[in-house]
């Protein structure tokens, strides 16, 4: 599992520039994952992405989306973060693993199907029989979820639920919560979702102060600003619609 990120300051010779001008990320410090499934939430712009990406980078998946074997030529940016974390692994390092990004699933769907082609033997034999760019957006993720994620693996997700319906969304955390309790695997996951976030016994960490820090999900603003617009919608809209700057 990963078990602890830390931020080497010694190597860090100017912080006026990004990623460093993030505070989240510029006070890392060190950061321990207690839990199989973590969660980063934060305002947009906080350094969620920035931090999963570098993540991903140490783990050497594409940065751009997809596993280790999957050195596919979209994109793949550089990571400004990936050289200056280190991870701490216990009790063995995760090799296997995916990095999910919504705005690239499109293309590394391709890059899969294209592989799958050239092997007739297994051709769509992990995504459920079906090439995924024959599947709705929603569809490939979650076939994506459930066929290939198994085994001892970190799989660091990037708002997987962009795609997703909100009954999609339960479908996923039935799918999570099955991993999690069968498989030796640990999830990462940037979500601005409400109904994911309400996953058990998982850690969400807030990017949204100078530092990252443990928070509840009902302290959570995706929590509290989604129950308030259910229970007091006509007030709220109200109220913003006569709000002189938003
Ligand atoms: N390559 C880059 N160079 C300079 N600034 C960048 C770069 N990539 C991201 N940023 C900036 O860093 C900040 C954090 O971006 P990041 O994508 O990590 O945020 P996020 O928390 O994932 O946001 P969101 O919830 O919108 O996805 C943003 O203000 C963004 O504009």
Known sequence: MLKRIRLKEENILSKSQYPFTIPALSNLGSLDFKSKVTFF??????GKSTLLEAISYQCQFNTAGGGRNNSYDVHSSQSDLGEYLQLSWSPTKLTNGFFLRAESFYQFAT????L???DLKKKYGS???KSLLEQSHGESFLSLFLHRFKGEAIYLLDEPEAA???QRQLSFLRILHD?????DCQFIIATHSPILLGYPNATIL???GDQIEETE???TEHYQITKYFLQYREKMLKDIFEEEDM
């Open 41 to 46: 939430v934060g305002e947009n712009g906080s």
């Open 111 to 114: 890059h899969i199907d294209q």
């Open 116 to 118: 799958d082609e050239l």
């Open 127 to 129: 995504y459920g029989g």
């Open 164 to 166: 997703l319906s909100p």
């Open 179 to 183: 991993l999690a309790e069968t498989e």
């Open 206 to 208: 807030s990017f949204d």
């Open 217 to 219: 999900y009902e302290n």
